[in-house]
C-alpha cells in the first residue's frame, strides 16, 4: 500500500527538482546595481554559467548574454559550485526515477528499499545544493560588509539563490518522507 509520505515525497520531489534546475542554469545568482562608466539603466547579473547585461529603460533592447570572464570561469570555487549544481541536479533526476520505480503504483506493493534509498539520494542532493548556494550567498554578504570594496562593486543576492535554498529545502524534506518507509530490521 502506497503511504501518505510516499504520496507527499513523489508530489514534492519534482517541485524541488525544477526550482534547482532554475537556479543552476539562470544568470541571478548575484547582481550589480549600478557599475562606472556604464549608464544607470544598466544592470548586471552573474550566475555560475553566464554573466548578463540588461537594459532596464528599454526592454527590446536587452543585451543577449555574454560568456563569464576569464577570471571568474577559472577561479576554483567556482569549479566546485558549477560541479556541486551539476551533480546535484543529476541526482535529483536520478533518485526521482528511483523513488517512482519504488512506489509501483497500482501493480504491485511498494518496494521499501527502492524509496529509502531514493530518500536517501535525495537528502545528498539537497544538502549538496544547499551548500553550493550557501556558498556563494557566503560571499555575496562579505563583498557587501568589506570596507574595501568600493561602493560601486558592491554585491546584491540574485533571486536564483533564494530559489536554491526552496529546492535544496524541499529535497531534504522530500528525503525525508521517502526515508520514513526503509524497512527496519525484524527482530
Not at 48 to 60: D, F, I, K, N, T
Amino acid at each position: 500500500m502506497v503511504t501518505t509520505s510516499m504520496v507527499l515525497g513523489l508530489a514534492v520531489a519534482p517541485m524541488g527538482w525544477v526550482m534547482t534546475l532554475a537556479a543552476t542554469v539562470t544568470p541571478r545568482w548575484r547582481e550589480f546595481s549600478a557599475r562606472p562608466g556604464f549608464p544607470r539603466d544598466v544592470s548586471f547579473s552573474d550566475g555560475l554559467l553566464e554573466s548578463r547585461l540588461e537594459v532596464a529603460a528599454v526592454p527590446c533592447r536587452a543585451v543577449p548574454c555574454r560568456a563569464v570572464p576569464d577570471k571568474a570561469a577559472v577561479s576554483w570555487p567556482m569549479h566546485m559550485l558549477r560541479a556541486m549544481t551539476v551533480l546535484s541536479v543529476l541526482a535529483g533526476a536520478l533518485s526521482c526515477s528511483i523513488a517512482n520505480a519504488g512506489v509501483r503504483w497500482r501493480t504491485r506493493p511498494p518496494d521499501p528499499r527502492l524509496t529509502g534509498t531514493a530518500g536517501l539520494l535525495l537528502v545528498l542532493r539537497g544538502a549538496t545544493d544547499l551548500c553550493a548556494v550557501s556558498y556563494m550567498a557566503y560571499r555575496v554578504l562579505d563583498n557587501i560588509a568589506s570596507p574595501q570594496t568600493p561602493a560601486a562593486d558592491k554585491l546584491h543576492m540574485g533571486p536564483c539563490l533564494y530559489l536554491g535554498w526552496t529546492g535544496g529545502g524541499l529535497e531534504i524534506l522530500t528525503s525525508l518522507c521517502l526515508a520514513v518507509n526503509c524497512p527496519r530490521k525484524q527482530e
